[in-house]
């Protein structure tokens, strides 16, 4: 039986700070605890990848270990990007997947994605498998491994049915999983390609990879304004998010990413539902609508999104935080790398510059997501204080993931990560004395719960 650190099994994945709260045996328990899940439902083979960092290849030697004592077979298709390995569970026809991983967390820490064949792997499931370790009631056996080399496949995939205009684009993989592939990618690719620090390095030397805080975006746009790029692409550390900015360097942000994805979708599935998490912009709503699509807003979180996907039928969603999507022509899970191909396929269909189109975007004034700290067993009670006194108040609010709140000046937003022990808010207006009041409605609701004020914007 096996134990795992109270803080380690989260709502969407594994995670902990090596060896302190994360370990080899932990890596073997999750092995052997998912290979039992997916034994007891009749599968048999189970995908195992691995991310940069310097354990990485350590614990995913123990998950194997762990799925072939539950007589799971392991594939092994090895280091690189995450969504890497969910191509491999739909490619190679596995019954699920464990991808080694800390995303874009500080080097010091790591983490286990799973997944099944038909479903993403989250939540209660987490929770099922702790007390299936808990309890040491897993399977035995004796199961097979053997390696395969995706990446040549994988890139095949990215750029299966793509047809791409010769753009000069600059590419940030941040030293993270991602960096080989893209590597592979922009030598398809017509054009002219400037990639930045490729090569996978665990201490993360140059800028942390991840691409939705701006002062990690700067080596790209100095690229872009030093090469006169049309515009420049960045990844985490894993590769399933993106992150972008325009040939003038400024920051395309997820939500507006989205917008332009949703564009070409749209034309090929008039009428369909297009998903988006609850801190994106009202303008993605208004523009989904305009092209003839059904707007969604749902909770934030990968897991949540792709469930919601699969029960909707949504060919497109998306998150602020640079996860993208696609059920069209793709497996519905978030890729970065494939969301980067797609995105430039849109930009050519426009006819437009990307630069050209973020200027076309209404004029909207928005914080960036701001976090600030506060406890586990405080976040989602601070929420829950503001929503009853919003209720009572006769507040106009969504509780689809917190508390999306709508007034005469625009929206905020109040709501507890999921994945840390923050509070996250967002909010925007039509212009700067709106989003002062917005922020000072928001700081007195939080006031109220003995919370220091969001930062500044």
């Known amino acids: 039986m096996h ?11 594994i995670r902990g700070i090596v060896g302190s709260t994360l370990g080899e045996a932990d890596a073997y328990a999750v092995g052997r605890g998912f290979g039992t899940v997916v034994a007891g439902s009749g599968g048999g083979r189970v995908a195992v990848g691995f991310d940069g960092r310097a354990s990485s290849p350590g614990f995913a030697e123990a998950v194997v270990r762990g799925l072939n004592d539950a007589d799971v077979a392991a594939v092994e298709v090895g280091l690189g990007p995450t969504p890497m390995l969910y191509f ?5 026809g596995c019954d699920g997947g464990i991808m080694v991983t800390g995303s874009h967390n500080p080097p010091d820490y790591n983490g286990f994605k799973l997944l099944l064949a038909d479903r993403p792997f989250y939540g209660a499931d987490i929770q099922a498998l702790g007390a299936i370790t808990a309890a040491g009631d897993w399977a035995q056996g004796r199961g097979t491994r053997e390696r395969v080399d995706l990446a040549a496949r994988y890139v095949d995939r990215l750029l299966k049915g793509q047809h791409l205009p010769p753009l000069t684009i600059a590419w940030d993989a941040g030293n993270g999983a991602a960096g080989p592939i893209v590597e592979r990618l922009v030598a398809r690719l017509p054009g002219t390609h400037h990639t930045l620090f490729t090569d996978v390095d665990p201490a993360f030397p140059n800028h942390h990879p991840d691409p939705t805080e701006e002062k990690n975006l700067s080596d790209l746009r100095r ?4 090469r006169g790029c049309d515009l420049g692409l960045a990844f985490d550390g894993d590769g399933d998010r993106i992150g972008a900015v325009d040939g003038r360097g400024r920051v395309v942000w997820g939500d507006q990413i989205l917008s332009i994805l949703a564009a070409p979708v749209l034309a090929a599935v008039p009428g369909g539902t297009i998903i988006a998490d609850v801190k994106a912009s009202a303008m993605l709503f208004d523009r989904v609508a305009a092209l003839g699509g059904r707007p969604l807003m749902w909770k934030t979180g ?7 996907m699969k029960e909707t039928g949504a060919p497109l969603a998306g998150e602020m935080s640079g996860h993208i999507f696609f059920a069209r022509d793709w497996y519905g899970f978030d890729d970065g790398l494939y969301a980067a191909v797609r995105l430039i396929a849109a930009i050519a269909a426009s006819g437009q510059s990307l630069a050209a189109l973020k200027d076309a975007m209404p004029a909207l004034v928005n914080t960036p997501e701001l976090r600030f700290q506060t406890s586990e067993d405080r976040k989602f009670a601070v929420v829950q204080e503001v929503l009853a006194r919003l209720r009572a108040a006769g507040a106009h609010v969504d509780e689809t993931d917190g508390a999306r709140v709508t007034t005469l000046d625009g929206w905020w937003l109040l709501r507890a990560s999921n994945t840390q022990d923050v509070l996250v808010a967002r909010a925007e207006a039509r212009d700067a004395a709106g989003l002062d009041r917005l922020l000072a409605d928001l700081n007195a609701a939080l006031a109220e719960s003995g919370v220091a004020p969001v930062p500044s914007h």
């Open 223 to 226: 690229v872009v304004a030093e």
């Open 302 to 308: 990968h897991s949540l999104i792709k469930a919601k």
């Open 88 to 92: 491999a569970v739909h490619d190679l």
């Open 3 to 13: 134990r795992f650190h109270p803080t380690a099994l989260r709502e969407y994945d």
